[in-house]
């Protein structure tokens, strides 16, 4: 069987080489230089002939390597001056990617103009869907999972490698140390899986913690409409910022008297935030409408 080349740890050397660069600890360049798990990567992200894939730091190519030849279209934004131009250079050829300079977050809590406006003119017509596919730098991971979470519906799976620590609060749940608004806005909208453990090693230069290759499938009916998830986790949100106060305390913050006694009223209030499985944060979002 031809099995597909991927970037090895002297490839990607030689590139940064020749562009007379180092990996940068400051934009978390790590790269994934196990072939095995970047092809189960884009494996799992069953990516068809008119998926749009969103990439979120290209690095050298890599991954962009195997998404080219498979996806409709590519967005790959990436931070770093010189690896933009190494990413310029490498697909100066292909017709199906457009590559980006710039930070991926236009704000603490929103994707980039680039890759919102990317989903947002999408055309399905043809069968395909939006994917998110990446490797990604660890300052980001959170904010823009949640943003593609929670603002842009039309995204319909994201498979990606993150630090340990964010893909156990992706998984978790009620009763779970690392339980949050984090969990129960990604398992509202999807399926979760954690399909890989990633050892430091997996990586070049090695980072300090253990990463993990995560799978998120959209479901295809929700509790929630698609329109009203982002009041629904800014609600979550809210409570959750009083984490260490009985639900009936935070609740004073965030909505109004009668709303706090309908909430209240119908379940056992002394609870913390922490405890509130995710059915019963959507009965108690109901509440306040
Ligand atoms: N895709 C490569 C590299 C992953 S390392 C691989 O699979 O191995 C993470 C990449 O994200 C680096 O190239 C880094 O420069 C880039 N990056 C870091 N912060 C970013 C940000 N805020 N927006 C876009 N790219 C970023």
Not at 130 to 140: D, F, G, R, S
Not at 143 to 161: G, I, K, S, Y
Request: aromatic share 6%; glycine share 8%.
């Amino acid at each position: 069987m031809n099995v597909e080349h991927v970037q090895t740890k002297q490839e990607i050397e030689q590139l940064l080489g020749v562009a007379g660069i180092r990996p940068r600890k400051r934009f978390g360049q790590h790269f994934l230089i196990d072939g095995n798990l970047m092809r189960k990567l884009v494996n799992c992200a069953e990516i068809g002939p008119h998926d749009l894939v969103l990439e979120v730091g290209g690095g050298t190519g890599g991954l962009t390597d195997l998404l080219v030849s498979r996806a409709g279209h590519i967005v790959c934004v990436e931070v770093d001056r010189d690896l933009h131009g190494i990413l310029l250079d490498r697909f100066a050829e292909a017709g199906n990617i457009t590559i980006v300079l710039r930070d991926a977050l236009e704000s603490k809590h929103r994707v980039c103009r680039e890759l919102a406006e990317a989903i947002r003119d999408f055309d399905g017509g043809q069968g395909g869907e939006v994917k998110l596919v990446a490797n990604l730098p660890y300052q980001v991971a959170t904010p823009l999972v949640m943003d593609l979470l929670v603002d842009h519906p039309a995204v319909c799976r994201l498979v990606f490698t993150v630090q340990a620590e964010v893909g156990e609060r992706l998984v978790a749940h009620v009763g779970d140390k690392s339980y949050g608004p984090l969990s129960i806005v990604s398992q509202l909208r999807c399926g979760v899986e954690i399909v890989a453990r990633i050892p430091p090693q997996a990586f070049w230069p090695r980072p300090a913690v253990d990463s993990v290759m995560m799978r998120m499938e959209v479901r295809e009916t929700s509790p929630i409409a698609p329109g009203d998830v982002p009041t629904f986790a800014r609600f979550v949100r809210a409570v959750f910022d009083h984490r260490r106060k009985t639900l009936r305390s935070a609740l004073r913050y965030v909505v109004d008297v009668p709303t706090q006694e309908r909430i209240c009223r119908s379940r056992d209030a002394s609870r913390r935030p922490e405890s509130v499985a995710l059915n019963e944060w959507v009965a108690m979002y109901e509440l306040t409408r």
